[in-house]
């Protein structure tokens, strides 16, 4: 049973460019989470996602981010016209229900930008 | 605003001996406590949680206590072992449904 998968790993943009991560959840999870670490940061939640539905983007910048988990393929968030002040360790979780314990955390993706 | 505060950077102990990391909150309305574990080029794996109705939770080696008073709590972990050498995380949260607050972590090194 293939953990959260998430890629790329490493990612490096320059500034202006799009950068797409993507993550697939655990099989027979519906629920995913992204959380962003900055260095020498706690992870911070940005956005939890069911299946096709945003159910909570409290923590997510209001411009130039954006996330979606469609009813098939991979969840992706969307970064638009990258800062050096993205460069982080993005984080996906999935569970198959909404109990914290619950969620699995994938490896990361390093986003480095020029 | 940090809510969730781990203010040990890192800590250094005997193999053997009892780690002991804190974790101290700013917000009343924390209900849920979680500790989190992670390597190097890892994501978090969960450890162990604590609800706001217990003082203790105890799970094999790790042993979680909280002080809703004094709005603190600490990871027990006994007997040390060289595998517990990783990052902690100290997590607060105000239901088990609601989003998840980390701390900014303690760095365990375990000494031979």
């Known amino acids: 049973n293939a953990g959260v998968m998430q890629n790329p790993r490493h990612l490096v943009r320059r500034r202006g460019q799009e950068a797409r991560l993507r993550c697939s959840p655990m099989?027979?999870?519906?629920?995913v989470y992204w959380y962003r670490q900055l260095p020498e940061e706690g992870l911070k939640f940005m956005v939890y996602l069911q299946k096709e539905n945003i159910i909570d983007e409290s923590g997510m910048p209001k411009e130039r981010f954006s996330a979606e988990f469609p009813k098939e393929g991979p969840s992706i968030l969307r970064i638009q016209q990258v800062v050096r002040g993205d460069s982080a360790a993005y984080f996906c979780?999935?569970?198959?229900?909404?109990?914290?314990?619950?969620?699995?955390f994938g490896p990361g993706t390093r986003l480095l930008v020029l | 605003d940090q809510q969730v505060k781990q203010n040990s950077p890192s800590l250094s102990v005997q193999e053997g001996r009892i780690s002991i990391l804190n974790c101290d909150y700013t917000?009343?309305?924390?209900?849920?406590f979680l500790w989190y574990k992670k390597y190097p080029a890892e994501g978090p794996t969960f450890l162990i949680s604590?609800?706001?109705?217990?003082d203790k939770n105890e799970d094999g080696r790790f042993t979680v206590f909280l002080n809703k008073s004094a709005k603190h709590l600490s990871l027990h972990i006994v007997p040390s072992q060289p595998g517990d050498s990783a990052v902690y995380f100290c997590?607060?949260?105000?239901?088990?449904?609601?989003?998840?607050?980390f701390g900014k972590g303690t760095r365990l090194h375990i000494l031979p």
């Open positions: 917000n009343s309305m924390f209900d849920y």
């Open positions: 997590a607060a949260s105000r239901t088990r449904d609601d989003k998840i607050i």
């Open positions: 604590i609800s706001s109705i217990k």
């Open positions: 979780a999935s569970s198959p229900g909404s109990y914290q314990e619950t969620q699995y």
């Open positions: 099989k027979g999870h519906s629920h």
